[in-house]
């Protein structure tokens, strides 16, 4: 189905050129008597970035993305395994296309994957979750100067954290920016 090039918006998923891509920004630009609308999109299937540039009356194919809430099951090393909460179907998903959402997978969390037809595009991580922090260095009393320090969480991934924060404790970590929202 085509829209109006003015309807497209971060999150909107368009097929241009034969491919999938999802729009991450949004800017129109005006010039003297002219405008003209530069989209940054990226390709849900190789996860290059482009920028386009149409005309205020242009129209583009929006794609038919379905979501699904799926639970994360282990990590082979290569591929992501995950099972549909409704049916039990488990499907596997390279680690390419999971990308950044590894660092914040642990096992049993339920996660909403896109699919277009049969094919599995990406992953979507709630924007925060909650870790629990395996390794980090005490903190000393009077120790303000540097403004905190990094913890290791559960799943890997290192988090910038205030010296009161010791392992054992239970973090809400932004999982878009990565960075530490408060205790659980």
């Known amino acids: ?68 809430q799926m639970q994360f099951l282990y990590s082979d090393g290569s591929d992501f395994h995950f099972m549909d909460q409704a049916t039990f179907e488990q499907i596997a ?13 642990k096992e049993g969390f339920v996660v909403g994957i896109s699919f277009h037809g049969d094919e599995a595009l990406d992953v979507n991580l709630p924007a925060a979750v909650e870790l629990k922090v395996t390794e980090t260095s005490p903190g000393f009393k009077g120790d303000t100067v540097s403004g905190g320090k990094p913890a290791t969480v559960e799943t890997g991934a290192v988090v910038h954290v205030p010296f009161f924060v010791n392992v054992g404790d239970v973090l809400k970590v932004d999982t878009r920016e990565g960075k530490y929202l408060g205790r659980a």
């Open 1 to 68: 189905m085509a829209i109006p090039i003015n309807e497209v918006k971060p999150g909107i998923t368009v097929e241009l050129d034969g491919q999938l891509f999802r729009c991450i920004e949004y800017h129109l630009q005006r010039a003297a008597q002219q405008s003209w609308i530069k989209i940054k999109f990226k390709n849900l299937r190789t996860g290059a970035i482009i920028e386009r540039s149409f005309k205020p009356g242009a129209k583009i194919d929006t794609a038919h993305i379905d979501f699904k």
């Open 93 to 105: 998903i390279p680690a390419k296309k999971v990308g950044d959402a590894a660092k914040y997978l």
